[in-house]
């Protein structure tokens, strides 16, 4: 199901993110729509590039699905794919900074307003070795379609300005 919203998300990822192949689109029993990553490696040098003083990785990771309907097991079904896919992505290291991963549900809506109040109270982050070898940052993002609502969890309020569709781009 590709609709022109999903189409306008996609095009807006296509600037700072690379597409995952289908066969890593598949999490927790989701088969998402999109999946979109970014690596950002920032290092100091001295003199020479081969001379490392310092370096970390940011990285983040977006599934993308649209569905007709959300519900609480959805929800349910996407935090799971969210912690799977981070078995794979996250490799703690002295150089891993940061990595997130963001569901975004696309839904023409309306959406239980209870929900939603659970999606805004979403908050979960793991750290590993006390944020010595970084953290991960899960983060929940529906946008409604219709309405070009968007609600999105305490982590991703920032993230969340960029993933409205870009149908509505005086929004964005």
């Known amino acids: 199901m590709t609709s022109m919203h999903l189409e306008g998300l996609k095009d ?10 289908e066969a890593e689109r598949r999490w927790g029993g989701v088969e998402f729509d999109l999946a979109a990553r970014s ?5 100091a040098y001295l003199l020479f590039k081969s001379a490392v003083m310092y370096a970390f990785d940011n990285n983040e990771y977006c599934f993308v699905k649209e569905v007709d309907i959300v519900d ?5 079904k996407l935090e799971t794919a969210l912690l ?3 078995k794979k992505y996250v490799v703690p290291s002295d150089e891993h900074m940061s990595t997130a991963l963001t569901g975004i549900i696309m ?8 929900l939603k109040r659970y999606i805004e109270r979403y908050r979960k982050q793991q750290s590993y070795w006390f944020g010595l ?6 983060r929940i993002i529906l946008i409604e379609t ?8 305490k982590e991703a ?5 960029f993933f409205v569709p870009s149908v509505n781009a005086e929004m964005a």
């Open 12 to 21: 807006k990822l296509a600037r700072h993110f690379d597409f995952m192949p």
């Open 39 to 43: 690596n950002i490696r920032n290092e």
């Open 72 to 76: 609480q097991n959805f929800v349910g």
């Open 84 to 86: 799977e896919a981070a």
């Open 107 to 114: 839904t023409p809506g309306p959406v239980d307003p209870a």
């Open 133 to 138: 070898k970084g953290w991960t940052s899960y």
């Open 146 to 153: 219709q309405t070009q609502s968007v609600t999105a969890s």
């Open 157 to 161: 309020q920032k993230a969340a300005k």
